[in-house]
């Protein structure tokens, strides 16, 4: 008795249909390597961190996670009183009192704080707003150099920085060029 020949299936396809599909082959792993690689790529430059969007081209200005988490238990400790929870500050910031001075003003980006390169949100935190008072213009704003020290500072304004959009801090960045942290 003659065996029936084993079936070959790859024989039944012509040439030019293997190599088509070794190419779509080739394509789709090319893909989803490049995929893969891209995707590595942003996960290793995100973690950590808050992306700002920027999409300029420029690198991103970014925060440390964990810096804004220390920024903001010490913002809870002693910001927040004057400045409200989220940073809203009071309703009314932009009204002077009798006395000269404004009530505290927002944080976010409803403010102005993100005007103000990092140089001088730093000495105003440390110093208290009075070294900034003019005629007419008083700060009840109280210096924190004797309760925070640098890093705390800088964490404070890291958290503060993450109330902002990312358009603010990016701005907030390029001011800062002329005036960094000390």
């Known amino acids: 008795m003659n065996k029936p020949e084993e079936s070959d299936d790859a024989g039944m396809l012509g040439a030019g249909t293997r190599r088509w599909i070794l190419y779509v082959a080739a394509f789709i792993g090319l893909g989803l390597l490049t995929t ?7 996960i290793q430059q995100a973690e950590g961190t808050i992306l700002d969007g920027n999409v300029s081209g420029d690198p991103p200005q970014t925060l440390e996670l964990q810096q804004v988490a220390r920024g903001e238990a010490l913002y809870q400790g002693h910001c927040l009183q004057c400045h409200g929870v989220r940073g809203e500050g009071n309703p009314n910031w932009r009204q002077q009192h009798s006395d000269d001075t404004y009530p505290p003003p927002p944080h976010d980006s409803t403010g102005h704080t993100w005007h103000h390169a990092d140089g001088l949100l ?3 935190v440390r ?6 008072e003019t005629p007419g213009f008083k700060s009840a704003m109280p210096a924190f150099g004797d309760r925070l020290n640098e890093d705390e500072i800088r964490d404070v ?10 358009e603010h801090r990016e701005s907030q960045a390029e001011v800062s060029l002329q005036d960094p942290f000390p």
């Open 157 to 166: 304004i890291a958290y503060i920085k993450s109330l902002w959009k990312p």
């Open 36 to 42: 893969g690689a891209g995707y590595w790529w942003f």
């Open 127 to 132: 110093d208290g707003g009075t070294i900034y």
């Open 122 to 124: 730093y000495r105003i």
